[in-house]
C-alpha cells in the first residue's frame, strides 16, 4: 500500500506541473483572453490533482474512517470522470495513451483505499468472565471425594 500511496503522490505530482505545459497554446503569441476559461482549467487541475495527494497523505488511515473514504470517492470520482471523457469522447487522440492509465491507475487507487469498509468481526465474541466465587468453588468442589 505504501507504493501505491508513493505512486499517488508521484502522479499527481506530475499532473500538477505537466497539465499546465499540455493547456499552453500552439503559438506564443495566441493567448487564452478569456479569464473565465484560464480560471477554469486552473480549478479543474487542482480538483485532479486533490484526489491524489488525499490518498497519498492519508491512505494510511482511511481503512477505519468512513469520512475520509467518503472524501477519497469524491475527490478521486473527478479524475475518473474526466479522463473517462477524454478516453470515449475520442477528441484528442495525443492524450489517450497518457489518460489510459490514468483512468486505470485512478479506478485501482478507488478499489484499493476507498473500497474496502471495516468489515465486521470474524472471531466470535469472547464469554463474560465469571466472577470470583465462581472460580473458587467450581474446581475445588469438583475434586472432593464424595
Given at each position: 500500500?505504501?507504493?501505491l500511496r ?38 479543474a ?102
Amino acid at each position: 500500500m505504501i507504493i501505491l500511496r508513493f505512486l499517488a503522490l508521484l502522479i499527481g505530482s506530475a499532473i500538477l506541473f505537466g497539465a499546465p505545459f499540455i493547456l499552453l497554446p500552439e503559438t506564443p503569441q495566441s493567448r487564452p483572453d478569456d479569464f473565465n476559461t484560464v480560471m477554469l482549467n486552473c480549478v479543474a487541475i487542482l480538483l485532479v490533482v486533490s484526489g491524489y495527494f488525499f490518498v497519498g497523505v492519508l491512505g494510511h488511515r482511511m481503512r477505519k474512517s468512513l469520512r475520509r473514504r467518503i472524501i477519497a470517492a469524491v475527490l478521486l470520482l473527478f479524475p475518473i470522470i474526466a479522463s473517462g471523457y477524454v478516453l470515449f469522447s475520442g477528441k484528442e487522440p495525443d492524450l489517450l495513451p497518457a489518460i489510459g492509465p490514468l483512468f486505470c491507475f485512478t479506478a485501482f487507487l478507488y478499489l484499493a483505499f476507498v473500497f474496502p469498509s471495516n468489515r465486521r468481526r470474524t472471531k466470535r465474541a469472547m464469554r463474560p468472565r465469571e466472577e470470583s466465587d465462581q472460580i473458587a468453588s467450581g474446581p475445588i468442589e469438583s475434586r472432593q471425594p464424595t
